[in-house]
C-alpha cells in the first residue's frame, strides 16, 4: 500500500534537538500543528502497484460502460430526411439557380408544400420525438446570441428595455417590438404534418419547450406586438393573441444552441411506428436557409438513457479505457524487465550525477 | 552651501529652516487616492488589467459583464490601498508620539516646555538625563565641569556602548544661568546624512568670551535619536531640525525588493502577453474574415452593410476580452495572501526561538520568502553574527608564564589565583594596567552592583576580568579612579588619556597614584603596535610566542606595557601634548606624533587574549549550507588573522591538504594589481581541482582593487566559493554585496551590527541577527533571527517549501487560465469566429476567483519532503537555486497541459451533448464541469502531502461547485435557471464528466508516473525513500565511508606538514611574496566539499539551459 501517513517528522532533529522548544508530538492542539507546519498528512507516492492498479481498474470500467452506450445508441431509432434541396425548384449549384431559390423562398405568395414519403427501418416505439436540424446555422454567433431582453420577455413592465436587442428592437414608430431581438425575429417556421397511408399521425406540440421557460423566464402576460410587422421580416409569425408563455416553438428556437448543427424539438408522436411502415411528410417549406450553405433535415428519433443517436460517448469509453489498459501492461512490462527500486539510493549521489551530466 | 545658525533669536531664521516635525509618512490625507492609485499602476500587470477592464465598458465588445473583471480588480486595489493606508497610519501615529514629546527649550530668555515639534533651528534645548535628544543640537554645556556627557548612538550606528561629547572650548566654563542668555552664530554645512563629520564654527557674541572662530567637530554635538547618559544634564543649540537632521537625511524609503520568482512569474507574464496578442491578432483577421464572407449570407444575423470606422477593430478587440483570463488577475492577490503566510510560518516557527532571548524570528518583508530558497551567496559579519559577541578574558601570559593554559580559562587558573593572592608585582601589575587602562564608565547602582559602560567590548572583558581577580575598578571621580584591591583602596589621578586610533592602534593613559605621587604610562595594544617598543634588554620572543599561540586559537589579544615617568619628563611632555591638541591643522596627526615621544622604553607585563566565542551550531550551519551549495562570503572588519582563525574553526575555510588560502594584498595600484593577478592564475589552475580555495582580502587592497581592477575582481568573485574579506568598511560591504548581485547571483546579507546595515539593505535578502550590537541590523533587515544557526531553517525549510509552493501556485494559476481559455478560443472556431463567450459572466469570474483558487491556496502547506529529509540531504536545494521548478521549460509544461485539457474537455463536450442537447446553458455548464473536476485532480496529482486541509479544500471545493451551482440554478432570474438541476439528473452528464476526467488525468497520470519512476529527479528519489520507510542510507554514513576512504589514499599529502608543530605554524604570512600559504592540518578535512564544488557547476551548468 502506497498510502503511508506519516504523523510525526520530528524523529531525529540532530542538532536542533537539544535546544528545540518544549514540545510533545501528540500535545500539539491543532492551531500548533498548523503553525508549525505539522498537520498529520498523507503523502502518497506513485507506486509502480497503484499506478497500475488506478489504469487498469479504469480499463476493466470503462469499456463496459463503453459497450452499454454503444448498444443502447444502437437501439436508438432514427430516421433523417434532408428535405431543404428536394423542396425547392431548382438544385443547381450555379449563381442562376441559387438566386432562383432565394427568391422562391422569400416570396410569400409561392406554395411552399412539400412532400416527402418515408420508410421507418426499425419498429419505433412511442414517444418518438420529431426534431428539426439546421446545419451550418450560427444560433451562438455573438451579434446573434446577445440580441435578446429576457426582461421583456418576462413582463410587460420591461417592454421598453430593447436595448440589448438591436437590430430588432422598436420598428419605425419607436414603439418596441415584442419579443425584440435578432433570435425570436428568425424564429423558424417550417412545418410538418405526418400521416401513414391515410391515417394522419398526430404530433403533440404541447409541452416541447422546458417547464421552467414557461414558467418563468418568459411572461404569461406578455403578448407579441409588432412582431414581424417590418420589412424585412425574418422568420415565423407569432399568434398575438396568445402570450409568449404559451408559444411553445418560440421558446424553444429561443434556447440557443452553442454548437452550428443543431437540432430542435418540433413534437413528439405518441403511437408506435412499425417497421417497414411508409409515412408521408407534408412539409411547409418556409424558411431560408438557401442564402448561405445549410441543411435542413427532419428527424424522427426514439430516445434511451443516453439520449438519442450518440455512438461518440461509447467510442471514447472504449477508446480510453484501451489506453488505459495498455499502458498498464507495458507498465507491468516494463516493470517486469527492467524493474527499477524506488527510492534507491544509489541513485542519490550527487557526485554520480555530477558526472552523467 | 552653509546655513548659518542665530543662537537663542527667537526672532532670526524662524522660517528659514523647517521646524521640527519629523515625517516618515509616504503620503497625506489628500494625496493618497492619486499617489497610491498611480503607484499600483505604475507595475505592468495592474495597467494590463484595467485597460481590459475599461475596454469591457464597451458593450459592443465585452463578451461578459464588465463587472466580472472590475469587481476582482477593485478588490485588489482596495487591499494593497487599504495596507498602505494602514502602514502609513501606524507611521503617523510614531511620527506624531515623536513630535509632540514635550521638551525644554529657551523662548525669550526662559526655559519653557514645548513640544518637540515646534523646535526651531537656534532655539537652546536642554536635555536631563535619559532623554532622547529632539533634534541635531551643537552641545553647549553640561553638569560636568570638564564639560563632558555621554550620548547612546545605538538608535544612529548601532554601537550600544557610550561616546563622550565635549562642549566646544568657546563655551567652556559658561554660568548655568548665563547658558540661557548665550547669543552667538554657528556656521555649519547644509544637513547632510554624513553621522562622522560635522565641520563647522562658532562665535559667540559678547559678554561671552569673544575670541576667534571656535572650531566644532562631531564630538560636539549631540545627535537626534541619541540618548543622553550618566550626565545630569545637558543643553545645546539646534543646528539640525525636522526631516534635515543627520538622521532624517540617511533614512531613505528603502526600494521594494522583487524576487527572482517574481521576475520570472513577470516574464511568463510577458510571454503570455505576446502570445495572447498573436492570438488575438490571428482570430481578429479570421474573424473580419469570416464575417465578410460568411456572415454576410447569414440573413439572421443582419450585419449592416455600411459600418462605421472602427468595425474593424471590434472583433480583435472582443478577442483581446476574450482572451484577457489568459493573465489570471487571481495571481496577485494568492501571491500575496500565501506570501503573508509564508512569512506568518516564519514568526510562527517554535524551532526558531532563541532560548536565551525568547525572541522570536521575524519576517519583516513579507514579500521576498522565495527568494531564501534561491541564495547563492551568503555575505555573513563575524562579529556578533557567527560569533556571540561577548568578549571573554580567557587566556593572559604574564612575564612569560601562561595562565589559563590548562583549563582554557586563566581566571579560574589556581596559579593566577595563587599569584594574585600571594601579591606577585609582575601579576598586579598587569591587572592595574587591565583595570586603569581603558575609558570605562563604573555604574554602582542602588545595590551597590557595579556596572560598567564601556567605547569597546575589549576594554569591558580586561575590566571584568581584573574585577574577578580581585582589582575591582569600583569608581571614577572626575579625574581620580577608585580601585580596591583586595580591600584596600588605591586612586589615581588620571593626567592625560592618549586615545586609540586605528593607525596607531594602541591607547595610554597617563596616571598618578595618589598614593605614592609616582607617574605611570599604561598602554595597551596590538601586538604589532606595542612589542617593538619594548624598552632595550627586554626578550620579546616569548609575548610574541604568546600571541600567536592565542591567534591560533582565535583569541583576540592585546598587549599590555607599562612605564614610569619622571616628573620633569611628564610636565616636559605635557606642555607639548597640550600644545597638540589645541592645535586646529593636522590635529590629530600631531597628537600621534607626541604620543609617540612618551610611549618608548616599555616595560612589557604581558598579553591578554579575549575569546569571543562562536555562537552554537556555526561550523553545522555553515557545514550544511555550503553543502546546499551556497558560497559563503566573510565581510569583517576585524583583522586578518582573527578572521581566518574563526573562518578555519567555523568550516568556513577547509583546513590543508583540501583548503588553500589566497592571499590579496597590497598597499599600491601596482602591488594590488600584481597580487590579484596571482591570485587569478592560481584560482583558475585550482578551479579544475577538487579543492577548497579561498581568498583573503584586506579594505585597503580592496578598495583598490575595486576602484581599478574590477573585472579582475570580478572574475575572482565569481571563481571563488569562500572570501574572507577583513578590515573593511560597511560602505565597502555594501560594494561587495553590488558586485556579486551584477553577476547575477542571489545574495543574502546577515549581520548584526549598525555597521551592517547597509550590507543588508543592498543584498537580496537581508538578515539581522537581533544581538547584542542592537536592533540596528534587525529592523534594517528583512528576516530577524535570534542566532545564526536558525538560518539553515530559514534556507532549507522556510525557503525551499516557499519556493516550490510559489512555483506550483503560480504555474498552475496560468494552467487554469490558459485552461478556460483555449476553451473559448475553440468554442471561436464553432461560434462564426464573432468572438462569443462559451461561459457566462457568473461563472467565469467564479472559476477565476474561486473555484480554482481556494484549493490551490491550500498548497501553502504542501511539503513535498519532511524537514529531516531537506536537513539531512541539503543538496535538495538546488533544485530551487537553479530555479528548476519555476523555468520557461515547467511552464511549457504547464502550457502543455492546459492545451490537451482545454482539447479533452472541448472535443468530449461538443461530442457529447450534439443536437437537440446543444443547448447553450448547458454545453457551457458541463464544459466548466469539466474543468473544475480536471483541476481538482491535477491538484491532486500535483500535492505531495494531503492534510485534513488539503482535503477539504480539494474536494471540498468541487462540492462547492455543485453547491453553488445548484443554488444559482434555484434563482428564476438567473441565466442558469434550472440548467444545473438538469444536468444533474442526466446521466450523459455524469458519463462525460468521468470521460473528461479520466481522459484528461489518465495520460499525465502515467507521464508522471513514468518521469517519476524512470527519470526521477532527486526530489523523487528522496520522497520515495522517505515515504517507502526503507532504509535511508543518509548522507552521514556516505560521508564516513568515503572519508575513511580519502584518508587511506592521501596519506602522503598530509604527512608533509604534519611534522611541525600545528601551534606554531603561522596562519598566513603577512609578507607579499607569500601568497600561497598552507593552513595546518588538525581539524579533518571535509569530504563533501569537492563534491559541492562539482555539483555546484553542474548546478550552474543546467542554469544556463
Not at chain 1, 126 to 136: G, S
Not at chain 2, 227 to 256: D, F, H, Q
Amino acid at each position: 500500500m502506497a498510502l503511508e501517513p506519516e504523523y510525526s517528522p520530528s524523529d531525529g532533529r540532530k542538532w536542533t534537538e537539544t535546544e528545540s522548544w518544549p514540545k510533545e508530538q501528540n500535545g500539539l492542539t491543532w492551531m500548533e500543528k498548523f503553525t508549525q507546519q505539522e498537520l498529520p498528512a498523507c503523502k502518497p507516492i506513485l507506486t509502480p502497484g497503484l499506478v497500475i492498479t488506478t489504469l487498469i481498474s479504469i480499463g476493466i470500467i470503462f469499456v463496459p460502460i463503453g459497450l452499454g452506450s454503444l448498444s443502447a445508441s444502437e437501439h436508438v431509432v432514427e430516421i433523417i430526411d434532408r428535405y431543404d434541396d428536394a423542396c425547392v425548384p431548382s438544385n443547381g449549384d450555379d449563381e442562376a439557380a441559387k438566386s432562383e431559390r432565394l427568391s422562391f423562398i422569400q416570396n410569400v405568395k409561392t406554395n411552399k408544400t412539400c412532400i416527402r414519403n418515408l420508410v421507418i427501418p426499425k419498429k419505433m416505439k412511442h414517444p418518438i420525438y420529431v426534431y428539426y436540424q439546421l446545419d451550418n446555422f450560427y444560433q451562438n454567433h455573438r451579434r446573434y446570441v446577445k440580441s435578446r431582453s429576457d426582461r421583456q420577455y418576462q413582463s410587460p413592465r420591461f417592454e421598453r428595455e430593447t436595448k440589448t436587442c438591436d437590430p430588432e428592437s422598436e420598428i419605425d414608430d419607436h414603439t418596441p417590438i415584442v419579443p425584440c431581438g435578432l433570435v425570436a425575429w428568425s424564429l423558424f417556421n417550417d412545418t410538418y404534418r405526418i400521416s401513414t397511408e391515410n391515417d394522419p399521425i398526430p404530433i403533440n406540440k404541447k409541452d416541447i419547450a422546458w417547464q421552467s421557460d414557461k414558467n418563468s423566464k418568459f411572461g404569461s402576460n406578455v403578448y407579441p406586438k409588432n412582431f414581424q410587422k417590418q420589412d424585412p421580416v425574418g422568420g415565423g409569425k407569432l399568434n398575438e393573441s396568445l402570450p409568449l408563455s404559451e408559444q411553445e416553438d418560440l421558446l424553444v428556437w429561443m434556447r440557443t444552441a452553442a454548437l452550428p448543427n443543431f437540432r430542435k424539438l418540433y413534437g413528439r408522436i405518441e403511437t408506435d411506428l412499425e417497421a417497414n411502415e411508409n409515412i408521408t411528410v407534408v412539409i411547409q417549406n418556409n424558411y431560408n436557409t438557401y442564402s448561405f450553405d445549410s441543411k435542413k433535415q427532419l428527424v424522427l428519433s426514439t430516445t434511451t438513457w443516453i439520449g438519442g443517436k450518440n455512438d461518440f460517448l461509447g467510442k471514447a469509453y472504449i477508446t480510453v479505457g484501451g489506453i488505459c489498459l495498455f499502458l498498464a501492461i507495458a507498465f507491468i512490462l516494463t516493470y517486469v524487465i527492467k524493474p527499477r527500486p524506488l527510492g534507491d539510493p544509489a541513485y542519490l549521489s550527487w557526485n554520480l550525477n555530477s558526472k552523467e551530466r | 552651501m552653509k546655513r548659518y545658525i542665530y543662537i537663542n533669536h527667537d526672532d532670526l531664521a524662524q522660517d528659514l529652516y523647517c521646524d521640527n516635525r519629523i515625517s516618515n509618512r509616504k503620503y497625506t490625507l489628500w494625496n493618497f487616492l492619486p499617489k497610491n492609485l498611480w503607484e499600483q499602476f505604475s507595475r505592468f500587470m495592474n495597467q494590463y488589467f484595467l485597460l481590459i477592464a475599461c475596454l469591457q465598458l464597451w458593450s459592443l465588445i465585452t463578451p461578459v459583464n464588465p463587472a466580472s473583471t472590475w469587481g476582482p480588480l477593485i478588490f485588489i486595489f482596495a487591499v494593497s490601498a487599504t495596507k498602505e493606508a494602514w502602514d502609513d497610519y501606524n507611521r503617523y501615529l510614531s511620527d506624531k508620539k515623536a513630535n509632540e514629546k514635550e521638551v525644554w527649550v529657551v523662548r525669550q530668555g526662559v526655559k519653557k516646555l514645548i513640544q518637540s515639534q515646534d523646535i526651531h533651528v537656534g532655539n537652546i534645548v536642554w536635555l536631563r538625563e535619559n532623554d532622547e535628544v529632539p533634534c541635531d543640537l551643537v552641545l553647549l554645556g553640561t553638569a560636568d565641569p570638564q564639560g563632558i556627557c555621554y550620548v547612546e548612538t545605538a538608535a544612529l550606528d548601532g554601537e550600544t556602548d557610550l561616546k563622550t561629547r565635549v562642549i566646544p572650548s568657546a563655551s567652556m566654563g559658561i554660568d548655568f544661568e548665563l547658558l540661557h542668555k548665550i547669543k552667538g552664530v554657528i556656521e555649519c554645512p547644509s544637513p547632510d546624512k554624513d553621522i562622522r563629520r560635522f565641520d563647522a564654527n562658532l562665535r559667540l557674541f559678547p559678554p561671552f568670551l569673544d575670541n576667534d572662530m571656535c572650531p566644532l567637530t562631531i564630538k560636539n554635538t549631540l545627535l537626534q535619536s541619541c540618548y543622553l547618559r550618566n550626565t545630569e544634564w545637558a543643553c545645546g543649540v539646534a543646528v539640525y531640525t525636522g526631516n534635515e537632521t543627520k538622521l532624517g537625511m540617511s533614512r531613505g524609503i528603502a526600494e521594494p525588493k522583487l524576487t527572482a520568482v517574481d521576475a520570472m512569474i513577470d516574464k511568463l507574464t510577458g510571454a503570455i502577453f505576446v502570445f495572447q496578442i498573436v492570438v488575438v491578432i490571428v482570430l481578429g483577421i479570421a474573424g473580419n474574415i469570416w464575417k465578410n464572407t460568411e456572415a454576410k449570407k447569414q440573413w439572421y444575423v443582419e450585419y449592416p452593410n455600411e459600418s462605421p470606422w472602427y468595425e474593424l477593430l471590434i472583433i480583435p478587440l472582443r478577442f483581446e476580452l476574450l482572451c484577457s483570463i489568459m493573465i489570471p488577475i487571481s495571481i496577485k492577490v494568492s501571491l500575496d495572501l500565501v506570501k503573508s503566510l509564508y512569512a506568518k510560518f516564519i514568526d510562527w516557527d517554535d524551532q526558531m526561538v532563541d532560548l536565551e532571548t525568547r525572541i522570536r524570528s521575524h519576517a519583516t518583508n513579507t514579500a521576498i520568502s522565495e527568494d531564501l530558497g534561491q541564495v547563492e551567496y551568503i555575505l555573513t559579519d563575524k562579529t556578533g553574527t557567527l560569533t556571540e559577541n561577548k568578549m571573554i578574558f580567557k587566556r593572559c601570559c604574564i612575564r612569560g608564564t601562561f595562565y589559563g593554559n590548562e583549563n582554557g580559562d586563566a581566571l579560574s587558573d589556581a596559579e593566577l589565583l595563587n599569584a594574585v593572592s600571594t601579591g606577585s608585582t609582575d601579576v598586579i601589575q598587569f591587572l592595574k594596567v587591565m583595570a586603569i587602562c581603558n575609558t570605562v564608565v563604573p555604574i554602582q547602582s542602588n545595590t551597590g552592583v557595579i556596572s560598567y559602560k564601556a567605547q569597546s567590548q575589549d576594554e569591558e572583558a580586561l575590566v571584568r576580568a581584573a574585577a574577578s581577580l580581585h582589582m575591582v575598578f569600583v569608581n571614577k571621580n572626575g579625574n581620580v579612579l577608585e580601585i580596591n584591591f583586595n580591600g584596600l583602596l588605591l586612586r589615581y589621578e588620571v593626567l592625560d588619556i592618549l586615545e586609540f586610533t586605528s593607525d596607531r592602534k594602541r591607547m595610554s593613559v597617563v596616571v598618578k597614584c595618589c598614593l605614592s605621587g609616582k607617574i605611570y604610562l599604561l598602554s595597551k595594544g596590538a601586538d604589532e603596535a606595542i612589542l617593538p617598543l619594548a624598552r632595550s634588554g627586554q626578550q620579546t620572543r616569548t609575548f610574541s610566542e604568546a600571541v600567536e599561540q592565542y591567534a591560533q586559537l582565535g583569541l583576540r589579544t592585546l598587549c599590555l606595557a607599562s612605564r614610569e615617568l619622571d616628573d620633569d619628563e611628564y610636565r616636559e611632555w605635557s606642555l607639548m601634548f597640550k600644545e597638540a591638541n589645541s592645535k586646529l591643522v593636522d590635529r590629530e596627526w600631531r597628537v600621534a606624533e607626541v604620543c609617540q615621544r612618551l610611549e618608548h622604553d616599555f616595560e612589557i607585563l604581558g598579553v591578554a587574549a579575549i575569546e569571543d566565542r562562536l555562537q552554537d551550531g556555526v561550523p553545522e550551519t555553515i557545514s550544511t549550507l555550503r553543502k546546499a551549495g551556497i558560497n559563503f562570503w566573510m565581510l569583517t572588519g576585524d583583522k586578518q588573522n582573527t578572521a581566518i582563525q574563526i573562518a578555519l574553526s567555523c568550516n568556513f575555510v577547509s583546513p590543508e591538504p583540501k583548503g588553500q588560502l589566497l592571499l590579496l594584498s597590497g598597499k599600491t595600484e601596482d602591488e594590488v594589481c600584481r597580487s590579484l593577478e596571482r591570485v587569478l592564475l592560481t584560482m583558475r589552475i585550482t578551479n579544475t581541482e577538487p579543492k577548497d580555495v579561498a581568498f583573503v582580502v584586506d579594505g585597503w587592497a580592496l578598495e583598490i582593487a575595486l576602484k581599478h581592477y574590477r573585472k579582475a575582481f570580478t572574475e575572482l568573485a565569481i571563481l571563488s566559493r569562500t572570501a574572507i574579506c577583513c578590515r573593511v568598511t560597511p560602505s565597502q560591504k555594501a560594494q561587495l554585496v553590488e558586485l556579486l548581485k551584477s553577476c547575477d547571483y542571489r545574495t543574502l546579507a546577515i549581520g548584526d551590527g549598525g555597521n551592517d546595515v547597509r550590507m543588508i539593505q543592498q543584498a537580496d535578502i537581508g538578515v539581522g541577527i537581533s544581538g547584542r550590537e542592537g536592533l540596528q541590523a534587525a529592523r534594517a533587515a528583512d528576516y530577524s533571527i535570534g542566532k545564526f544557526r536558525f538560518l539553515t531553517r530559514l534556507i532549507l525549510v522556510h525557503g525551499r517549501y516557499s519556493y516550490n509552493r510559489t512555483a506550483f501556485l503560480s504555474q498552475y494559476s496560468f494552467y487554469k487560465s490558459l485552461l478556460i481559455c483555449f476553451i473559448q478560443i475553440f468554442f471561436s472556431f464553432i461560434s462564426g469566429v464573432s468572438g462569443t463567450s462559451l461561459f457566462n459572466s457568473v461563472s467565469l469570474m467564479a472559476y477565476n476567483v474561486f473555484y480554482t483558487s481556494i484549493p490551490v491556496l491550500v498548497s501553502v502547506l504542501d511539503k513535498d519532503l519532511s524537514e529531516n529529509t531537506v536537513m539531512q540531504h541539503p543538496q535538495i536545494l538546488f533544485y530551487c537555486q537553479a530555479g528548476r521548478l519555476l523555468n520557461p521549460s515547467t511552464f511549457a509544461g504547464w502550457f502543455g497541459r492546459a492545451l490537451f485539457h482545454a482539447i479533452v474537455v472541448f472535443v468530449i463536450t461538443i461530442h457529447s451533448f450534439v443536437f437537440e442537447k446543444s443547448e447553450m446553458e448547458e454545453v457551457s455548464m458541463v464544459a466548466l464541469s469539466g474543468c473544475i473536476w480536471l483541476q481538482a485532480f491535477v491538484v491532486a496529482l500535483e500535492t505531495n502531502s494531503f492534510t485534513i486541509l488539503q482535503h477539504l479544500a480539494i474536494w471540498g471545493n468541487l462540492v462547492a461547485f455543485y453547491a453553488i451551482n445548484l443554488i444559482v440554478s434555484a434563482i428564476p432570474s438567473s441565466e442558469m435557471h434550472t440548467i444545473m438541476f438538469r444536468l444533474c439528473r442526466q446521466p450523459l452528464y455524469w458519463t462525460t464528466i468521468i470521460l473528461i476526467t479520466m481522459a484528461g488525468m489518465g495520460p499525465v497520470l502515467a507521464l508522471k508516473y513514468f518521469r517519476y519512476t524512470y527519470r526521477s529527479s532527486k526530489i523523487n528519489i528522496l520522497q520515495q525513500a522517505e515515504r517507502l520507510g526503507g532504509p535511508i542510507l543518509s548522507l552521514g554514513n556516505i560521508e564516513s565511508q568515503s572519508r575513511s576512504l580519502e584518508k587511506d589514499i592521501s596519506p602522503l599529502s598530509i604527512s608533509q606538514p604534519k611534522n611541525r608543530n600545528p601551534v606554531y605554524e603561522p596562519l598566513l604570512s603577512d609578507s607579499p611574496s607569500a601568497t600561497r600559504r598552507s593552513i595546518g592540518p588538525g581539524t579533518p578535512f571535509d569530504f563533501f566539499q569537492s563534491q559541492t564544488r562539482l555539483s555546484s557547476t553542474y548546478m550552474r551548468n543546467s542554469k544556463d539551459n
